[in-house]
């Protein structure tokens, strides 16, 4: 079964991982809650600054900070959207969402959607 995914990274503060891990706890329940298929929140632990490209320069890491890697998957491209229209009007997203209180800096956040072409 093909399935459509939201990929993301992020730099986080170190300080901030574990507000980051709560933020995250929360927001999964909620895309869980609305149909999501998996959502899953990584925090770099083998990930070194690359010569050309790597994860830490993707997102301008910073000395004090690391690098999270996240998806959440979907049926389809159609289920994303279905579930993220209702994940977007939930007001408990509103909330966390604030941009000036989120663990992370958000201008920096790389996210876009995948559909896969191979899967076991």
């Known amino acids: 079964m093909a399935r459509y995914v939201d990929g993301f990274i992020v730099a986080i503060p170190t300080k901030n991982v574990e507000a980051y891990r709560k933020l995250s706890r929360k927001s999964g329940k909620i895309w869980m809650e609305h149909g999501a298929l998996e959502y899953v929140e990584c ?17 301008k890491l910073k000395a004090d900070e690391t690098v999270a890697f996240s998806w959440i998957t979907y049926k389809s491209r159609k289920h994303r959207d279905a579930v993220n229209k209702k994940v977007f009007a939930d007001p408990r997203l509103d909330a ?25």
Do not use: C, Y
Not at 43 to 59: E, M, N, R, W
Not at 96 to 120: A, H, T, Y
């Open 43 to 59: 925090i770099a632990d083998d990930v070194k600054p690359g010569k050309l490209t790597s994860f830490p320069q993707s997102v």
């Open 96 to 120: 966390m969402m604030d941009l000036k209180n989120l663990p992370f800096d958000g201008k920096r956040m790389i996210f876009g959607g995948f559909k896969s072409i191979v899967e076991f």
